[in-house]
């Protein structure tokens, strides 16, 4: 049974930073592209970023590139996002999720998804 669970999000104040992880069970973390996505109240779940499953090729939207960091810890079968100098935009649900996609931010072409971790940035 694949099962994806996010954690580490949170409160933090604006040029705070926060790791978030993605715990992969029922494949190893490497099998499948991992991407991660927001959503923010009243927008549409966006792409944040993707690590890819072949080569470990890394993908970032423009709003987050130099700030935010994604990898993959094959040991530990989990993906990590380390997100710096937070904005209050950046607040959102971040959900990670596993699959086999064409384009990295197509949040159509995933086939699993975590159950998501709220960040807030605020001061």
């Known amino acids: 049974q694949v099962q994806l669970v996010e954690s580490g999000g949170g409160l933090v104040q604006p040029g705070g930073s926060l790791r978030l992880s993605c715990a992969a069970s029922?494949?190893?973390?490497?099998?499948?592209?991992i991407g991660w996505f927001r959503q923010a109240p009243g927008k549409e779940r966006e792409g944040v970023s993707c690590?890819?499953?072949?080569?470990?090729?890394?993908y970032y939207a423009d709003s987050v590139k130099g700030r935010f960091t994604i990898s993959r810890d094959n040991a530990k079968n989990t993906v990590y996002l380390q997100m710096n100098s937070l904005k209050p935009e950046d607040t959102a649900v971040y959900y990670c999720?596993?699959?086999?996609?064409?384009?990295?931010?197509?949040?159509?072409?995933?086939?699993?998804w975590g159950q998501g971790t709220q960040v807030t940035v605020s001061s």
């Open positions: 999720a596993a699959g086999d996609p064409h384009s990295w931010d197509a949040a159509l072409e995933y086939n699993y």
């Open positions: 029922g494949f190893t973390s490497d099998y499948y592209a």
């Open positions: 690590i890819s499953s072949s080569d470990g090729s890394t």
